[in-house]
């Protein structure tokens, strides 16, 4: 079994930046995929990023150029730096952990974390 937990949101301001993380913890973390989406109010679950193990990324039109997930094995842990934030960026964004691009992008990871709010002002 995998834990999953996010960190990282909170309130910014327009054009601000924030820092996600998406700690995985129960197995190794090396091998498996990452991925990001969110959820606004009276919306469906949006895909935004996906992560390989070996580091190759996948970006929704949305959030390409603004957004980048990342990763570092050794702790364990996947990133989503957000940046040039925009109200319409506000949403509870979460963490998606295992299986493949095409698994992930519609939604259907091994794992799902908790997700964090991230609200942007304008």
């Known amino acids: 079994q995998v834990q999953v937990e996010e960190s990282g949101g909170g309130l910014v301001q327009a054009g601000g930046s924030l820092r996600l993380s998406c700690a995985a913890s129960g197995r190794t973390f090396r091998s498996y995929t990452g991925g990001w989406f969110r959820q606004a109010p009276g919306k469906e679950r949006e895909f935004l990023a996906f992560i390989s193990w070996e580091g190759t990324t996948t970006y929704a039109d949305s959030v390409k150029g603004r957004f980048t997930v990342s990763r570092d094995n050794a702790k364990n842990t996947v990133y989503l730096q957000m940046n040039n934030l925009k109200p319409e960026d506000t949403a509870v964004y979460y963490c998606?952990?295992?299986?493949?691009?095409?698994?992930?992008?519609?939604?259907?990871?091994?794992?799902w974390g908790q997700g964090t709010q991230v609200t942007v002002s304008s």
């Open positions: 998606a952990v295992g299986g493949g691009l095409s698994r992930i992008r519609i939604g259907v990871p091994d794992y």
